[in-house]
């Protein structure tokens, strides 16, 4: 009789499959091992409605929250991914370059600016990526040329170009141009402008967030890349 009910238990015990350890689908969390400032990652990857793999990178200590990875390629079990937000002063985009291990964990290197860093990950819950979000049209009144000019590292000034431009039924369009050493033509990728705020995203990873001063109609923010931010003040030209 005890041996029976044992069976019995035994087999009423239902099997949980545990997830298949070569999908590198779901949210990561774990840190990028910069030498005296470790810096704590989430990393989501999935994939889309064709099947084409999506992910974006969360990083407070770079600003970064649902940031896209651009050139994101997952092969057998390694996985590699730009961060264009995270681009160097002469554009060059930060990346990836991991791979699942055999102990369920994501392990490799980030590479920016010429110096790499470990990087080690964890799984800890399904995949939300935040995917990119659309441009906006800008206000009438903002189309046009803005001048203005930041110091950036090396304690110099760069002046930076941007011009603006409606397109009927669609987004804005925007240029812009940074000259310092270096001219710096940016491929922009996206524009937006809610209320008084715009903001510029761009494949190189700079960006530029402003809000207009209605007093003096000047656009008054900052100018970023890499994580770091440097004020700019941009003028409309007539």
């Known amino acids: 009789m005890r041996r029976a009910l044992c069976l019995a238990l035994f ?7 545990a997830a298949d350890p070569a999908d590198p689908t779901g949210r990561w969390r774990g840190t990028i091992a910069i030498p005296g400032a470790p810096v704590v990652t989430e990393i989501d990857l999935d994939r889309a409605a064709e099947g084409v793999w999506v992910g974006s990178l969360t990083a407070p200590e770079f600003k970064l ?4 990875l651009l050139e994101l390629k997952v092969a057998d079990k390694h996985i590699a991914a730009a961060v264009h937000d995270l ?3 002469d554009g060059k985009q930060a990346k990836f370059d991991l791979n699942l291990e055999r102990d369920g964990r994501l392990r490799g290197s980030f590479l920016q600016a010429g110096w790499t860093a470990p990087v080690e990950l964890q799984r800890i819950a399904a995949a939300d990526v935040q995917l990119p979000r659309a441009s906006t049209a800008v206000p009438a009144a903002w189309a046009g040329e803005w001048k203005g000019e930041y110091i950036g590292t090396g304690g110099y000034a760069r002046q930076v170009t941007l011009k603006l431009s409606n397109v009927t039924g669609g987004p804005a369009r925007a240029e812009c141009m940074v000259v310092g050493k270096i001219t710096t033509t ?3 990728n996206f524009v937006s402008a809610v209320q008084d705020f715009l903001e510029i995203g761009s494949d190189e990873g700079i960006g530029i967030e402003a809000r207009m ?8 923010g900052s100018l970023g890349y890499g994580g770091l931010e440097f004020p700019l003040t941009l ?3 007539p």
């Open 235 to 237: 003028e409309r030209k």
């Open 186 to 188: 940016l491929h922009v």
């Open 11 to 17: 087999f009423a015990v239902p099997v949980v499959h």
């Open 87 to 89: 681009a160097s002063s």
């Open 65 to 68: 929250r649902g940031a896209p």
């Open 213 to 220: 001063d209605n007093a003096t109609h000047r656009l008054v």
